[in-house]
């Protein structure tokens, strides 16, 4: 498998997370967003939608972190990133796309760079933006944390898509100097879940473009 990343991207990092903790082995392909390189066509030919990370396996290219994950899910079912019960799946997806949905794409580079760019804004409303979205979002994560997690996990003690899913947007909401001190339970479950290898191996410190 070849997985096309960028180190500081969280959706990539999602994937990375998923291949260690599957234990799944990959080649990793720097695609660096600082110059531009997901809008070369050698890249667009692989992902239309010039966003990493894409997932190419036997001749195939996956784009899209959610369905990457799903997709090694599926073919790689141990350890599970889901849990058995159905009711539990779908409280553990609701979580995961709370961030991957309704928050992350609010805040995606091509957005900032919308905001700031044809939309003239400087980066004191930029970084007002991002960080009102990361509030937004991790008030109501909070509260279904509380609900559902040890301490350790967001869900049940279990490793899931959702933990898969917080730990990229912390270091994300960190990069962008966001209050974290209402969200006990989410950063409280964030530094336990980064100490598992699956997770540190996946940093972005720890990958081989960072710079
Ligand atoms: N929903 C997509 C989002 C992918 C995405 O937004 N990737 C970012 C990096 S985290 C990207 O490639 N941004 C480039 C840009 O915005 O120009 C997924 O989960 O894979």
């Not at 019960?85 to 919308?114: F, K, S, T, W």
């Not at 699956?198 to 710079?211: C, G, L, T």
Request: net charge neutral; aromatic share 8%.
């Amino acid at each position: 498998m070849q997985l096309f990343t960028f180190f500081r991207s969280s959706a990539a990092y999602r994937v990375r997370i998923a291949l260690n903790f599957k234990g799944i082995a990959y080649e990793s392909v720097p695609v660096d967003l600082r110059p531009g390189e997901h809008h070369r066509p050698e890249y667009l030919a692989r992902n239309p939608q010039g966003l990493v990370p894409a997932l190419a396996d036997d001749g195939a290219v996956i784009g899209q972190s959610l369905a990457i994950i799903e997709y090694l899910e599926e073919t790689h079912p141990e350890p599970p990133l889901l849990p058995r019960e159905p009711r539990h799946r779908a409280q553990v997806r609701a979580m995961a796309l709370a961030i991957a949905c309704d928050l992350h794409p609010l805040n995606n580079l091509r957005v900032l760079n919308y905001l700031r760019g044809p939309l003239g804004q400087d980066e004191q409303s930029v970084n007002a933006w991002y960080r009102h979205w990361v509030g937004v979002v991790f008030a109501g994560l909070e509260t279904q944390a509380r609900a559902h997690s040890d301490g350790r996990t967001l869900f049940a003690g279990c490793v899931t898509l959702a933990d898969v899913c917080l730990v990229p947007q912390l270091f994300n909401a960190r990069r962008f100097s966001c209050e974290l001190a209402p969200f006990p339970t989410l950063t409280a479950v964030g530094a336990s879940l980064e100490t598992l290898p699956a997770f540190a191996q996946a940093a972005p410190a720890a990958q081989p473009d960072a710079s």
